[in-house]
């Protein structure tokens, strides 16, 4: 929503109409419908003041919402991509662990394997004897 929207709907909550909201801004009945209308805006004492009287804060009564959704949005568009990058980082040190495990598995399964042989073996060589 947009400030002339905003300033409008404020304006008709309270119930004010344009005549008493200039008269508590100091300004001309036509003044506001100038900023009811989006033709001008107001001064930034103005708009201190109207934040005041609608007990809003300046960041609520200026931005547009959709603006809001935006900034948002990119916020969370960052944020997706920093998790989805520390995913792809784990995907790769989790293959890596993999791969040394298949290694250190078939290294640890032949070299024991090898050395039960020969222990074995000269075992029988030494009963022989």
Known sequence: MKFNEKLIQLRKEK???????????????????????????PEMDKLVQI?????????NLIK??????????????????????ILKVCGILLAIYLILVVIAGIMFSVIPKTNVEKVENENEIVQIE
């Open 15 to 41: 119930g004010l109409s344009q005549e008493e909201l200039g008269e508590k801004l100091n300004v001309a009945r036509q003044t506001i419908s100038k900023w009811e209308l989006g033709e001008t805006t």
């Open 64 to 85: 547009d919402k959709q603006e809001v959704k935006t900034e948002n949005n990119t916020n969370t568009q960052k944020l997706a991509g920093i998790i989805i990058t």
């Open 51 to 59: 934040s005041e009287i609608f007990d809003i804060s300046l960041d």
